[in-house]
């Protein structure tokens, strides 16, 4: 593994393994890219993707409920979507599944997104320089948009939701990838920190065994467990997309 490793160079790549982690720094100069790959992100990659016009990530029900009301009143089309232990919520348009947001239920429409762990590590990150959105499906334009931003900051955060404030091993993993593609496309110099080695390497891992690393982790045990398992082989697509959606107060867009 450390013949990818350049050294010691002007842009340090980190790996934060939960939003608990993000919180403690202070990140106003910082590009942050935020992956929850089961399932909030990867919702988010496949809703852009299919021709959604914006995602308005919520802290809690009340703000997303009062904020979808206020886009109604406003004329403008809007869903209102989100999970609860992994489950739609009750009223709510939309769940968290990759799934349901096809192009014919998403184009051209807003959506209010409100899920456990994903909206919420997204406005910890509210605070930085650039936040991006990662999941599998993007992995290699992430990679992309990391070169493109090469000049503009010393340090890269790639923040994994987590679950309930807990490391999950599917967000490092998908992590890993994003700094995997960089390195094995690039000729820039980057430098690692320990818990970025440790993210690639658990790439490498499973690197050909995506759909098996899901079942092993605790929170894709969980979704299998309440019959919503069929959405793992959706969420460990790879490159899916050539999105690299970016959060401008508040609003998530291509």
Do not use: W
């Amino acid at each position: 593994m450390q013949a990818f490793y350049k050294g010691v160079s002007n842009v340090l790549l980190d790996v934060l393994f939960n939003r608990m982690e993000l919180e403690k720094c202070e990140i106003n100069h910082h590009i942050v890219f935020v992956a929850d790959v089961l399932r909030a992100t990867t919702v988010m990659i496949a809703a852009l993707t299919n021709g959604a016009k914006a995602i308005l990530p919520q802290k809690n029900g009340a703000c997303a409920r009062g904020l979808y009301n206020e886009l109604l009143e406003q004329g403008i089309p809007a869903l209102l979507c989100g999970e609860k232990d992994g489950f739609k919520i009750p009223g709510y348009d939309l769940g968290n599944s990759p799934l349901e947001y096809t192009p014919e239920v998403v184009k051209n429409k807003t959506i209010v997104h409100l899920t456990t762990n994903g909206t919420k590590t997204l406005a910890a990150a509210s605070s930085a320089l650039s936040v991006f959105i990662v999941s599998f499906g993007n992995i290699g334009a992430s990679a992309k948009r990391i070169l493109e931003l090469y000049d503009v900051s010393p340090e890269v955060l790639l923040v994994g939701s987590g679950r309930e404030e807990r490391y999950c091993l599917e967000d490092t993993v998908c992590l890993g990838g994003v700094i995997t593609y960089l390195l094995e496309t690039s000729d820039k110099d980057f430098d690692l920190t320990d818990s970025a080695v440790t993210a690639v390497d658990l790439f490498h891992l499973y690197r050909n065994r995506l759909l098996d690393m899901t079942r092993l982790s605790a929170h894709g045990k969980y979704l299998e467990s309440v019959g919503l398992g069929a959405d793992l082989p959706e969420c460990v697509k790879v490159d899916t997309s050539t999105l690299t959606p970016e959060m401008r107060g508040g609003r998530i867009v291509v």
